[in-house]
């Protein structure tokens, strides 16, 4: 059974930091990509950042880049997000899912599995 378990999310300020965590089993893929997706309320689910197995190669929705870093742990099996430099419009919960493949994705509908997500508020 495919597990993803997020966690690290909690309120902060505005130019804090978090980082969260996905720890990741169950799966068999050969490659896969996990990505870090959020949906603030009212809102539709966007892809913040994901990254690749088979090489560490990675991807960033424009609004984070230069501020959240995307990275893996393969022995742990956990992918995280570090946040710096938070907005109150990063606001939101965050999932983390994962697709079979190398291709890099920010959509939703390539992800075959997903976490529960994990809350994050950043207060102005």
């Known amino acids: 059974e495919v597990q993803l378990v997020e966690s690290g999310g909690g309120l902060v300020q505005t130019g804090g930091s978090l980082r969260l965590s996905c720890a990741a089993s169950?799966?068999?893929?050969?490659?896969?990509?996990i990505g870090w997706f959020r949906q603030a309320p009212g809102k539709e689910r966007e892809g913040v950042a994901c990254i690749s197995s088979s090489n560490g190669a990675t991807s960033y929705t424009n609004s984070v880049k230069g501020r959240f870093t995307i990275s893996s742990d393969n022995a742990k099996n956990t992918v995280y997000l570090q946040m710096n430099s938070l907005k109150p419009e990063d606001t939101a919960v965050y999932y983390c899912a994962v697709r079979s493949g190398r291709m890099l994705l920010l959509v939703r509908q390539g992800y075959n599995y997903w976490g529960q997500g994990t809350q994050v508020t950043v207060s102005s």
């Open positions: 169950g799966f068999t893929f050969e490659d896969y990509v």
